[in-house]
């Protein structure tokens, strides 16, 4: 994974106190937080503690693999809690289609606000776009030992 913070990146401010964001969960690996211009009844974003700028840094590693599973989980968790009749999603938007270069989860509780929005979270297959967080999980799931 890379390294520590990245001055540029208003994640890594937020992740450092360094905004008036409110924080609605934090953990010694993640944080979350509203989107900013949220596209949907709830929009919550679970970001590394750690700058790791895109879903091209994972790989097929233990540590990569329980750290999105870690964002999926406190995303759900919050969702749940907040907007628990809701239908629910998450995933990443994958380069060149990413508005910050610092992992996010998008967590959501639909329907998209306005509807129109839902189409900047497609999938446009080879191209990249939008990536569901399960659909990624398996892409960096480990490989079994042969042992």
């Not at 401010?13 to 009844?41: C, G, M, W, Y």
């Not at 959501?108 to 990624?136: C, D, H, N, Q």
Request: glycine residues 4%.
């Amino acid at each position: 994974m890379a390294g520590g913070a990245n001055q540029a990146c208003i994640f890594c401010e937020i992740v450092h106190n360094r905004t008036s964001t409110r924080l609605l969960h934090t953990d010694e690996k993640v944080i979350a937080f509203q989107d900013i211009k949220p596209s949907a009844q709830r929009h919550y974003l679970v970001i590394p503690k750690e700058h790791i700028p895109t879903v091209k840094d994972l790989q097929r590693r233990d540590e990569d693999y329980s750290l999105v599973k870690h964002m999926l989980s406190v995303g759900q968790d919050l969702l749940h809690k907040d907007a628990p009749q809701s239908i629910h999603r998450f995933g990443f938007h994958q380069p060149p289609f990413n508005s910050v270069d610092h992992l996010h989860l998008h967590c959501f509780a639909l329907p998209f606000v306005p509807r129109w929005k839902a189409i900047k979270y497609k999938s446009l297959g080879p191209l990249g776009g939008f990536i569901e967080a399960e659909t990624l999980l398996e892409k960096i799931r480990p490989l079994l030992s042969k042992v």
